[in-house]
C-alpha cells in the first residue's frame, strides 16, 4: 500500500503558500505520490449531475480558480526528486491529443519518468460546451486520445484514423517519455471499468473520507480482472486521518494499491504522513 497526497491546485492554496512550497513539503513529509485534479473551465452553475455525491450536488464554489494541471505539475517537478506526479483525473476527451501527447513526455522527460496520468471521460456538459468539445461522444474520444498518445510517446506514431481524428504518416513526436507513462483511467460506471481493464495500466476510483465504501471497491474489483495497480482518491475532510488509517487494510484486501489523500494545511503535515505511513506498512 503507497500513501499519496492530493497537492491543491485549485482554490486560494496556490497562490497563499505556493505549488513548489506545498509540493516540497508534502513529499519531505514521506508521502510517495503527489496528485492534481482538473478542470478547464466552470459554469456558473452546475446542472450537470455530480457522480461523486450520493445526492448528484456539487458543492463547491465554481468561481474559485483552478490552476492547469499540467502546468501545477510542472511546478511541483522542479522542487521534487522521487514522489510520483500524477493527475486525479485529467478530463481526457477536452484536450487536443497530440498537444497533450507532447506536455506528457515533456513533463516526463524532465522529471526523469515519474508522471502518471490518471485520465476520466468527463460529466461536466457545460465545460464540455464552453470549449465546443461534443459531450456525447465523450467516451470513444478518450478510448481514441488513449490509444493515440502511447502511439506519438513511441515517436514515430504510425498514421492513425478515427472518426475523431486523422493523424498522417511520418510524424515525429518529440521528446519521447524515458518509460511508456502509466495510464490510470477514473470512474465506477461500466464504461469506464472497461476502459480501465482493456485500455489502462491501471484504475483510479474516488469517494469521500466520511464515508468510505470498501463493499463497492469490492463490486468494481470484479470488473477489474488483470488491472494490477488500483488507486483511490480520498476525498473530504484531512481531519479524518485516523478514520483512513483504520480502511487501509481492508482497502489493501480488497485490492486498493494506492491512496491518496487531502491534508490539513493547517495542522502538521509530517504527523498526517507518518500517521497514514504507519498504518499502510501494516498491510499486505
Given at each position: 500500500m503507497r500513501v499519496g497526497a492530493k497537492l491543491p491546485n485549485s482554490g486560494s492554496l496556490p497562490v497563499e503558500l505556493g505549488i513548489p512550497r506545498m509540493a516540497g513539503e508534502l513529499e519531505a513529509s514521506g508521502f510517495e505520490s503527489l496528485w492534481v485534479s482538473d478542470h478547464v473551465v466552470m459554469p456558473a452553475t452546475v446542472s450537470s449531475r455530480y457522480p461523486y455525491a450520493t445526492d448528484g450536488v456539487a458543492t463547491w464554489a465554481t468561481d474559485e480558480p483552478w490552476f492547469d494541471a499540467i502546468v501545477a505539475l510542472a511546478m511541483a517537478a522542479a522542487v521534487t526528486d522521487r514522489a510520483e506526479l500524477g493527475t486525479a483525473v485529467l478530463v481526457l476527451p477536452q484536450r487536443q491529443p497530440v498537444i497533450l501527447a507532447k506536455q506528457v513526455a515533456s513533463l516526463d522527460r524532465l522529471a526523469g519518468g515519474r508522471v502518471v496520468?490518471?485520465?476520466?471521460?468527463?460529466?461536466?456538459?457545460?465545460?464540455?460546451?464552453?470549449?465546443?468539445?461534443p459531450f456525447d461522444s465523450r467516451g470513444s474520444r478518450t478510448d481514441d486520445w488513449i490509444d493515440l498518445m502511447r502511439a506519438c510517446w513511441t515517436g514515430r506514431p504510425e498514421r492513425f484514423d478515427s472518426d475523431h481524428y486523422h493523424l498522417p504518416a511520418d510524424v515525429v513526436c518529440?521528446?519521447?517519455?524515458?518509460?511508456?507513462?502509466?495510464?490510470?483511467?477514473?470512474?465506477?460506471?461500466?464504461?469506464?471499468?472497461?476502459?480501465?481493464?482493456?485500455?489502462?495500466?491501471?484504475?483510479?476510483?474516488?469517494?469521500?473520507?466520511?464515508?468510505?465504501?470498501?463493499?463497492?471497491?469490492?463490486?468494481?474489483?470484479?470488473?477489474?480482472?488483470?488491472?494490477?495497480?488500483?488507486?483511490?482518491?480520498?476525498?473530504?475532510?484531512?481531519?479524518?486521518?485516523?478514520?483512513?488509517?483504520?480502511?487501509?487494510?481492508r482497502l489493501a484486501a480488497s485490492g486498493i494499491t494506492d491512496v491518496v489523500v487531502d491534508v490539513d494545511w493547517d495542522g502538521d503535515i509530517a504527523d498526517q504522513a507518518a500517521l497514514l505511513l504507519t498504518a499502510a506498512a501494516t498491510c499486505t
Open positions: 496520468l490518471g485520465v476520466g471521460a468527463g460529466w461536466l456538459a457545460e465545460e464540455f460546451a464552453a470549449l465546443a468539445t518529440e521528446p519521447t517519455p524515458p518509460r511508456p507513462v502509466p495510464i490510470l483511467v477514473g470512474g465506477t460506471t461500466g464504461p469506464a471499468l472497461r476502459r480501465a481493464r482493456r485500455r489502462g495500466d491501471g484504475w483510479l476510483g474516488i469517494q469521500p473520507a466520511e464515508a468510505i465504501d470498501v463493499d463497492a471497491i469490492e463490486v468494481a474489483g470484479t470488473q477489474l480482472d488483470g488491472v494490477a495497480r488500483r488507486v483511490l482518491r480520498i476525498v473530504g475532510s484531512a481531519k479524518l486521518g485516523t478514520t483512513v488509517a483504520r480502511a487501509l487494510p
